[in-house]
């Protein structure tokens, strides 16, 4: 028996990408290696985030970077950074902000759930702007005089959570922070691949940017990456580490911490629950490296036969298969099935529903099934998974029952 069904779970096909419900992103060989190797020895974990900050500079163009357990806890980490800086006192206080400019503004449009990890810190987020497009009502979405006029003494930051046709560009939204002093700290958590982007959101002059290490990265599902300024990084790992040691005994690794001056060392604070253990550290840093050299292209470009069985399986019965794929030969590709729910008498609820039901369990995308589009995303996927996921929606598809 498998280790899970040793607990009476069944594995399941995740035909819906890295997402953390469904466990992530399945772990190359060497990346689980990697995991192996680094459960076995004790090392100086406040070194070993500084190595970490040396590869992950390197490979993101930026002057540091930490290992997070996850993007939701680098944003936390980024923004504890931001309001504190090297104060411990202001540390240990948080996320108690009282008497701290502990105001980040965000474009309304742009809110998530995943910003509860910044208020976490403390912060208070101030909305600006409005999505015309979306609400039917004009042409206009947030714009930069809004995040402008917002800007005051209790500013502390501005929150940009980046995406493909977000508006304003983050590099307008720097120069306006930077023209008041004020950083930016942006969520980047999916927007890989590209790998470009490694280099490219970081290179707008954002002071700090947050991906996730379980997403495309294919590192621990739990963890995440933050990176940008230097001092603001150093200020995040110091609010993340155990620094229970002697201050005159402490002694703080290579350039991630260098001419660092502080009144004393911060005691276990709001990011202890946020920390990333050695194994998950090493195994993050190969698979960012994996990543970043184009390591999994060979395999992005099986993704697009498979998908293409699929669809040719699907032929005759009630739906519209579309294939589709950037091309560029790192994003993935998606095969999306439109059910005619009339023709069939199901709805794509209906049949997403009984896939999960059957043996083994099928998990299909599912962001578009009220326009009854059933997603197939591939990264989770082999030839016998693809298969069996062809096999099961023919069946579905045949039986009204
Ligand atoms: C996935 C995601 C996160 C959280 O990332 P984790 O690494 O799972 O913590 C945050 N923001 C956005 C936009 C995401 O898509």
């Known amino acids: 028996m498998g280790i899970y ?26 990346v689980v290696e990697a995991l192996k190797l680094g459960a076995t020895e004790a090392v100086v974990l406040d070194q070993l985030q500084a190595a970490a900050s040396r590869v992950i500079a390197e490979l993101t ?11 939701a806890a680098a944003l936390t980490l980024g923004t504890a950074a931001i309001l504190t800086r090297f104060d411990p006192a202001r540390m240990d206080r948080l996320p108690h902000t009282r008497g701290m400019a502990h105001e980040f503004v965000v474009a309304r449009e742009q809110r998530n759930g995943y910003d509860h990890a910044v208020r976490a810190a403390g912060v208070r987020l101030v909305e600006v702007g409005m999505n015309e497009l979306v609400s039917g009502a004009g042409v206009r979405r947030a714009e930069i005089w809004e995040y402008e006029a917002a800007f005051r003494g209790r500013t502390a930051g501005v929150l940009f959570v980046q995406t493909a046709d977000v508006r304003p560009a983050l590099a307008e939204v720097v120069a306006a922070a ?13 927007e890989l691949p590209p790998r470009a982007n490694l280099k490219a959101i970081p290179a707008t002059g954002a002071d700090l940017v947050c991906f996730s290490g379980g997403k495309a990265i294919r590192g621990p599902q739990s963890t995440g990456i933050l ?3 230097r001092d603001l990084v150093a200020a995040a790992a110091l609010q993340m580490l155990d620094l229970d040691d002697h201050p005159e005994l402490w002694d703080p690794p290579g350039d991630l911490f260098k001419d660092l001056r502080l009144p004393g060392l911060p005691r276990q604070g709001l990011g202890r629950g946020l920390k990333a253990s050695k194994e998950e550290i090493v ?3 190969a698979a960012l490296r994996l990543f970043a050299s184009g390591g999994y292209d060979a395999e992005v470009a099986t993704y697009r036969p498979r998908l293409e069985r699929i669809a040719a399986a699907l032929a005759g019965c009630p739906v519209t298969c579309a294939l589709r794929d950037a091309g560029d030969g790192e994003s ?3 095969l999306a099935i439109k059910v005619d729910q009339r023709a069939l008498g199901q709805s794509a609820f209906d049949l997403c529903r009984r896939l999960r039901r059957g ?3 099928i998990y299909l995308g599912h962001s578009e099934l009220q326009a009854g589009v059933l997603l197939v995303h591939p990264l989770c996927l082999d030839d016998e998974k693809a298969a069996l996921i062809a096999d099961r929606l023919r069946a579905a598809l045949h039986d009204k029952s």
């Open 332 to 334: 993935f590709p998606v």
């Open 227 to 229: 990176c940008g300024r």
């Open 61 to 71: 163009g930026t002057e540091a970077g930490l290992v997070t357990a996850g993007a």
């Open 359 to 361: 043996s083994p369990p």
């Open 5 to 30: 069904e040793d607990l009476g779970i069944t594995p399941i096909i995740n035909a819906t990408g890295s997402v953390t419900r469904l466990g992530g992103a399945p772990m190359p060989p060497a």
């Open 283 to 285: 195994a993050l840093l």
């Open 178 to 190: 930077h023209a008041r002093g004020l950083p930016v700290l942006v969520d980047a958590a999916a």
